[in-house]
């Protein structure tokens, strides 16, 4: 089923969420599909199936000022708008024509990747005091962070594609990686210590970088020749490395080749 806010050109209408619970899990809501059409959630919660602001045809505005919404699909073409102030938007997909400002930078506000794909063409800001969380592909023509990025689904990955300047903080947490597919400007935090940080296209580091820290060396190592041409090998595991030790050789102490695993 399907939900229409204003549906003719020559009309006008807004839901507006400012207490209880907005249901409608399998039903895509057109806000704005001819005319011009607003959704607004100030306080409770909603949870809709998908989420059309049109492009072109209409006007239509997702205003978020507090409360919770949850969306299986966010789309904004160009006539839409999303106004995120405050409240937790939590989304599996996201396709937005128009820039997208995450937060006032006053009051709180979380924009939570619940996996998918999350297309930003004309640019993703998440303010001071706001947050992007959870794990799924970010693309946007730029990302520009004043707040926190929280890489916190375990083992899961946050993807970050797009270049990037990091004003504030971005932490992996949980064994979660986060992936910077694109150019990065660091004059904030990047804290890859309780997960993971993969760069690909280089760092320009003004700030504080934490490295995932290497493994603790086993212990008790013993090397014992036991013939003029082998060398028998014993140590104690430690069991915080589970994915256990490769032995490497070399004859100049500069280039290793491994040898077993």
Do not use: K
Not at 74 to 87: K, Y
Request: net charge negative; aromatic share 8%; charged share 5%.
């Amino acid at each position: 089923s399907s939900v229409y806010v204003g549906y003719n050109a020559a009309s006008t209408g807004t839901i507006w969420v400012s207490g209880g619970q907005l249901l409608a899990t399998n039903s895509a809501a057109y806000i704005g599909y001819s005319g011009v059409g607003g959704l607004i959630i100030s306080n409770g919660s909603a949870q809709v199936g998908s989420i059309y602001l049109p492009d072109g045809g209409g006007a239509g505005t997702l205003t978020m000022a507090g409360g919770t919404l949850t969306v299986g699909l966010l789309s904004c073409g160009t006539s839409g708008l999303v106004n995120f102030i405050s409240g937790t938007l939590h989304t599996s997909g996201s396709s937005l024509s128009t820039p997208l400002v995450v937060g006032d930078g006053v009051r709180p506000a979380t924009l939570d990747l619940v996996g998918g794909t999350h297309s930003f063409l004309a640019g993703l800001t998440v303010s001071s005091n706001a947050f992007l969380t959870g794990c799924g592909i970010v693309s946007a023509s730029s990302i520009v962070n004043y707040g926190s990025f929280l890489a916190n689904c375990n083992s899961g990955t946050q993807t970050l594609n797009g270049p990037l300047v990091n004003n504030g903080v971005i932490t992996a947490t949980n064994g979660a990686v986060v992936y910077f597919a694109g150019s990065v400007v660091n004059n904030g935090l990047i804290d890859g210590s309780a997960g993971g940080l993969f760069f690909t296209n280089g760092v320009v580091n003004n700030g504080t970088i934490r490295p995932v820290p290497p493994p603790m060396a086993p212990t008790n190592l013993q090397a014992t020749a036991v013939l003029p041409f082998e060398i028998d090998l014993t140590w104690s595991a430690d069991p915080a490395n589970p994915a256990g030790y490769a032995i490497e050789r070399s004859t100049n102490s500069l280039n290793f080749v491994q040898i077993a695993a």
